[in-house]
């Protein structure tokens, strides 16, 4: 397993031999390693690397797969997809693994009944006046809803809804 030190030095690299082929010298955008996504991935996926994440990949064994055809990611991205580099593939499974391993609660504990975090949100939740979130239709408190429901442990609730907040954020 590569240490975040070197997992940041190849991004890094990877982040520069990109801004070279793109050859638009956009410096700032460039520094967001989701930028590579949404230049080029999301023209043809989910405008956001997280929602192509939670639709389409599993993990198995450690190795972040595709759900629908089991095939290994970067052997997806290996085959020309997407048009990236060695390194980019590196940046990019990198990512995305990073986004899946840190939905991992979501999935052991809540996947079986709400499918993705996602369709939770869309279908269940919104923010408050208060920017708390409640149910979309009960007008339920879910930081108090949370802890009993799913068996999800009480430290596990802040995460949690952390995440909702932020797919909140995005669908809006
Ligand atoms: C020109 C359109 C296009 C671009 C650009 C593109 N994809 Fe895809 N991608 C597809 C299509 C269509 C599929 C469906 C798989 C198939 O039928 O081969 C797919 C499948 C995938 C899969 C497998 C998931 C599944 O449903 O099986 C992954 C992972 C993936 N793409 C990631 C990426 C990433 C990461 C990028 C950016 C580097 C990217 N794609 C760029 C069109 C595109
Ligand atoms: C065994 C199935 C099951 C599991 C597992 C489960 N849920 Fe639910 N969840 C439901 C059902 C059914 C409802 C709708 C009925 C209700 O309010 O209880 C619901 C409702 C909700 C609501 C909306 C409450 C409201 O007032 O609108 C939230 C938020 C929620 N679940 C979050 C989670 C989270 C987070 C997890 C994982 C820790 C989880 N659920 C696990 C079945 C499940």
Redesign the pocket.
């Known amino acids: 397993m590569l240490s975040r030190c070197l997992v940041s030095t190849v991004l890094l690299a990877g982040l520069a031999g990109w801004a070279i082929s793109s050859g638009e010298g956009r410096a700032q955008e460039v520094a967001d390693p989701h930028q590579?996504?949404e230049s080029?991935?999301a023209?043809?996926?989910a405008p956001h690397a997280r929602e192509?994440v939670t639709e389409?990949?599993d993990m198995a064994d450690g190795v972040l797969i595709?759900?629908?055809?089991g095939?290994p990611?970067a052997s997806?991205?290996r085959q020309g997809?997407?048009?990236?580099s060695e390194t980019q593939i590196d940046v990019?499974v990198w990512l995305?693994r990073d986004i899946r391993l840190s939905d991992q609660t979501f999935y052991r504990k809540c996947a079986t009944c709400h499918v993705t975090m996602r369709e939770l949100a869309r279908t269940y939740l919104r923010l408050d006046a208060e920017d708390q979130v409640v149910g979309r239709y009960t007008g339920t408190d879910i930081a108090a809803f949370l802890p009993g429901h799913g068996r999800l442990a009480p430290d596990e609730v802040p995460e949690m809804l952390a995440k909702m907040r932020s797919h909140l954020g995005i669908s809006d």
């Open positions: 590579i996504y080029q991935c023209g043809c996926h192509l389409t990949l595709s759900r629908r055809s095939q990611v997806v991205l997809h997407g048009g990236l990019m995305l």
